[in-house]
T-cell receptor, first 112, second 111 residues
Framework: DVKVTQSSRYLVKRTGEKVFLECVQD?????MFWYRQDPGLGLRLIYF???????EKGDIPEGYSVSREKKERFSLILESASTNQTSMYLC???????????FGPGTRLTVL | QKEVEQNSGPLSVPEGAIASLNCTYS??????FFWYRQYSGKSPELIMS????GDKEDGRFTAQLNKASQYVSLLIRDSQPSDSATYLC???????????FGTGTQLKVEL
């Protein structure tokens, strides 16, 4: 079974703080994704990576950056957290183009 | 028009009935489709994928794809209260790794 873990289930930060969310997978999948999920808006892709050190912008990359230094680890960085970044953040992985994505448990981030 | 559209529901069905969840999409190049189930406060979990026109069955679940009419559906037979969740439809178009998700349909299975 694919196992995708995320560093925190719940996180509370203050406006302006730098926030790191980490995702680790143990299945040697090439692709990793970061989404945010908000009521009424569904899942929206922030960034994805198809290889180490490679990244592509998703639909809503503004205010976020990512890092993938190792194949199994994909980090999402909020450079200066704002209240409108309060959301559920979900990491996902897939083994190739067009294949199913498997999700981690999610991190519920609150920015005060 | 949204790329992937789902009725938000809630869709209420009695226990033991067939639940029918529908999803439409806006282009003709979508190649593969996925259904995810998401319980409240949890992350999405994959139920089924479907790539070709027709039906695909897995246990109590049947996915149906009609590319000409641009819709995909999920049937849940013998619905159970544990099936109560939000069901997300997603589509993948070739040329990239990006899945586009619908906003989900909430299903309630009542005793």
């Amino acid at each position: 079974d694919v196992k995708v873990t995320q560093s925190s289930r719940y996180l509370v930060k203050r406006t302006g703080e730098k926030v790191f969310l980490e995702c680790v997978q143990d299945m040697d999948h090439e692709n990793m994704f970061w989404y945010r999920q908000d009521p009424g808006l569904g899942l929206r892709l922030i960034y994805f990576s198809y290889d180490v050190k490679m990244k592509e912008k998703g639909d809503i990359p503004e205010g976020y950056s990512v890092s993938r230094e190792k194949k199994e680890r994909f980090s999402l960085i909020l450079e200066s957290a704002s209240t409108n970044q309060t959301s559920m953040y979900l990491c996902a992985t897939s083994s190739g183009s067009g294949n199913e994505q498997f999700f981690g448990p999610g991190t519920r981030l609150t920015v005060l | 028009q949204k790329e992937v559209e789902q009725n938000s529901g809630p869709l209420s069905v009695p226990e033991g009935a067939i639940a029918s969840l529908n999803c439409t999409y806006s282009d003709r190049v979508s190649q593969s489709f996925f259904w995810y189930r998401q319980y409240s406060g949890k992350s999405p979990e994959l139920i089924m994928s479907i790539y070709s026109n027709g039906d695909k069955e897995d246990g109590r679940f049947t996915a149906q794809l009609n590319k000409a009419s641009q819709y995909v559906s999920l049937l849940i037979r013998d619905s159970q209260p544990s099936d109560s969740a939000t069901y997300l439809c997603a589509r993948f178009t070739g040329g990239g790794n990006k899945l586009t998700f619908g906003t989900g349909t909430q299903l309630k299975v009542e005793l």
